[in-house]
C-alpha cells in the first residue's frame, strides 16, 4: 500500500492547515482511515479515524472541535482539517489503515509557533 501524504507546514498558533493523503492503487473504499502524529521524542499516537463510508468519525480529546477528518472515495483521498492549531500540534503527520498496516508513507511536518 502506497500512502503519500502532503499539506504540512508552518503556521502561526490559531492558525489552520488541511492535510491530504492519496493512497492510489488500494481497494480504498473499503477500509477504514486515519491519521496518526509523532511529535518530537514521543511515540507515534492516533489523532483520528474514519469509517470506509465516511459516516462515522472519531478523535482523541485533544483535537475534537479543532480537528476534522473527511474523505472522498473517488479519490482515493482522506483528508485532516486542523484549526486552532496549538504548539502541541507540533508533529509529523501519518495517514493509515484503520486498524494501521505495515506500511507509512513520509509523512507531512506540522509546525505550529509563532
Known amino acids: 500500500v502506497q500512502l503519500v501524504e502532503s499539506g504540512g507546514g508552518l503556521v502561526q498558533p490559531g492558525g489552520s492547515l488541511r492535510l491530504s493523503c492519496a493512497a492510489p492503487?488500494?481497494?480504498?473504499?473499503?477500509?477504514?482511515m486515519s491519521w496518526f502524529r509523532q511529535a518530537p521524542g514521543k511515540g507515534r499516537e492516533l489523532v483520528a479515524r474514519i469509517s470506509s463510508a465516511g459516516s462515522s468519525t472519531n478523535y482523541i480529546d485533544s483535537v475534537k472541535g479543532r480537528f476534522t477528518i473527511s474523505r472522498d472515495n473517488t479519490k482515493n483521498t482522506v483528508y485532516l482539517r486542523m484549526d486552532s492549531l496549538k504548539p502541541e500540534d507540533t508533529a509529523v503527520y501519518y495517514c493509515?489503515?484503520?486498524?494501521?498496516?505495515?506500511?507509512w508513507g513520509q509523512g507531512t511536518q506540522v509546525t505550529v509557533s509563532s
Open positions: 493509515n489503515q484503520y486498524p494501521p498496516g505495515p506500511s
Open positions: 492503487g488500494f481497494t480504498f473504499a473499503m477500509y477504514a
